[in-house]
C-alpha cells in the first residue's frame, strides 16, 4: 500500500487541524512538501510491489473526501499529487487501488483525467448510480455494499441492495462486489444471502 502525499502530511506530521490551516496559512509550503513526498511514496509503493511480487496497489484516501475541504481546495492541494502518484503507478506496470473512504459524489469528474482500464476505484459511500455514469468507462468499479447491512440487517435488505449494486454499479460490467470497508463482524447467514444474491443478480 501507499498513501497520497497529503495524507501523509495530515496523518502523520500535521494532524488534520494543522493540515486544514495549512492550506490557509501556508499554501506553498504545504504544496511544496507534497511535491517532496511523492516521489518518496512512489519509489516506497515500487519497491514494496517488488518485494512482495504484487501487482495492485492499495491507496486509502483519508481526507480528500466531499466533507473535508472544497472542491477548489481539492483541486488546488490534494488531486494533483494524487493523480501523479496514480500515474507513476501505471507507469511502472502496476494497478492502483484508491479506496474513496466517504463520499466522492463532488470528485468523481476527476477520475475521468485517468487512463481508461488502469485504475480500480473501491468505494465507500459514493452514489453508484453516478460512478457508473460517470467514470464507468474509465475506471473498475468496486465496493459499496454496506457492512452495517451484513451485520444486523435483514436477508431481504441485503438482497434489495445487492441487486441494485449489480443493476446499476454492474450493468454491462465493470465491477466487482464487495463491501464499503473491512468485512468486519458480519453475520454468516447475511453474508451467505449476499453471495447467492450476488450470483444471482450479476449474472451476464
Not at 500500500?1 to 506553498?28: H, K, Q
Not at 493523480?83 to 502496476?94: H, M, N, Q, S, T
Not at 454499479?169 to 468485512?183: E, P, W
Request: proline letters at 6%; hydrophobic letters at 40%.
Amino acid at each position: 500500500p501507499t498513501l497520497a502525499p497529503f495524507d501523509v502530511i495530515s496523518d502523520m506530521w500535521r494532524g488534520m487541524r494543522g493540515s486544514m490551516l495549512d492550506m490557509y496559512r501556508c499554501p506553498d509550503k504545504l504544496i511544496e512538501a507534497q511535491d517532496i513526498l511523492l516521489p518518496m511514496m512512489l519509489g516506497a509503493a515500487l519497491a514494496n510491489a517488488q518485494a512482495m511480487g504484487e501487482k495492485r496497489i492499495f491507496i486509502p484516501l483519508h481526507r480528500g473526501a466531499d466533507g473535508f475541504m472544497s472542491v477548489a481546495q481539492f483541486e488546488k492541494f490534494y488531486w494533483p499529487h494524487l493523480k501523479a502518484l496514480i500515474f507513476g503507478l501505471i507507469e511502472a506496470g502496476l494497478t492502483p487501488v484508491p479506496f474513496f473512504e466517504g463520499t466522492y459524489d463532488q470528485r468523481l469528474k476527476y477520475l475521468r483525467e485517468l487512463p481508461p482500464g488502469e485504475v480500480v476505484a473501491w468505494f465507500d459511500r459514493t452514489d453508484m448510480a453516478c460512478a457508473k455514469e460517470q467514470v464507468g468507462d474509465v475506471v473498475c468499479l468496486m465496493g459499496n455494499m454496506p457492512v452495517s447491512l451484513l451485520q444486523s440487517g435483514t436477508p431481504e435488505q441485503v438482497r434489495a441492495y445487492t441487486k441494485y449494486l449489480c443493476e446499476t454499479a454492474g450493468k454491462g460490467g465493470g465491477y466487482m462486489m464487495t463491501t464499503n470497508t473491512t468485512l468486519d463482524d458480519c453475520h454468516p447467514d447475511l453474508v451467505r444471502v449476499w453471495v447467492d444474491a450476488t450470483r444471482e443478480y450479476g449474472a451476464y
